[in-house]
């Protein structure tokens, strides 16, 4: 699994800005091959392939094992206070009778300064689990997570367990989410899914104010944005792509009808292209649409010095070999 978060990312800060919900839960939705279930990636969860169905546990307190934030969560924590004055405590010493541990010996308890320690009791969570389609032999099983705790957004400690709830389904499933707390657990597939709204060229003003649905983007936001409109009007589009998955969201091109070209604007560290199976990869899932493992389905180039004209080559060279 990935590393722990060290803060609450921007994107869970953002979608919590946004809703007006004011109590939350930490949830995602994942997929896994069955292949992966197979070989145990799920194991400490209870997630086992059985014999005539994935067998998948309604909730399940994490293995200590899994990471920091799991034994916190079995264990307890014990924390040292350095904000409050240092205390005097005792370490028990065996010192020998009379010079000579021959004679045997007694215990010696020596004076140190330390800080004071508290101990947090452990909390004990639960993550509850549910998979839409168990059925054998499939490739990906869609697995949705959640952390049982409703978070109110007003509790002085909201913050807090937020982190610690995000790093428990990091340490667990290897992702991370968040959802409203009223939202059902069989919904959370709903938020990996890009809707997706394919319209002919517009202005540079119409396109940022569709990429951004009203909200008001920041200043680089908003030139980034510009940057790209005016890159991929110089690939002379039939049609601007334009998706939404929660706070998430995306602008593209589409350069012939097989031929698409895209990148998150909100982290855009990256172009991708679809081509060839353009209607069947638009239903994916944000997630699988940006793991880049499609192979001769799916390129990746990343923004860095010459990336425009490594795209500009690639396109070109799609469309000699089309």
Known sequence: MKKNLRKIPKEILEKIKKSKAETFVAGCAVKFSGEDIRKGTLSHLGIVMGTDVLLV?????????????????VNGEEI????????????PVEA?????????THTVWLPHEAYPREFNSPRLLEISMTCANPQPDQKEYLISFRVEEILDIKHKNFHKWLLEDLNLLQENV???GIEEAEKPIAEYINSLNVTWDILPPGTKEEAIRRIFSGAVPKQKQRETAGERYDFFMSLKPIRFVFGKSGFRRYFGAKI???LIIFENME?????YILFDKWEEMSKRSRLEL??????????????????????????SEKKKSA
Not at 96 to 104: A, E, H, Q, T
């Open 267 to 271: 982290y855009g560290n990256a172009i």
């Open 290 to 315: 940006l793991s880049g493992k499609f192979g001769t389905d799916f390129f990746r180039v990343v923004h860095k010095d010459g990336w425009e004209e490594t795209v500009r080559s690639y396109i």
């Open 174 to 176: 290897g992702a991370y």
């Open 96 to 104: 020998p009778n009379w010079g000579d541990s021959y004679n045997g």
């Open 80 to 91: 040292r206070r350095d904000d409050l004055p240092k205390e005097t405590h005792y370490t």
């Open 256 to 258: 012939e009808e097989n």
């Open 57 to 73: 546990p309604d909730r399940i307190v994490p293995p200590a094992t899994q990471g920091k934030n799991s034994a916190i969560n």
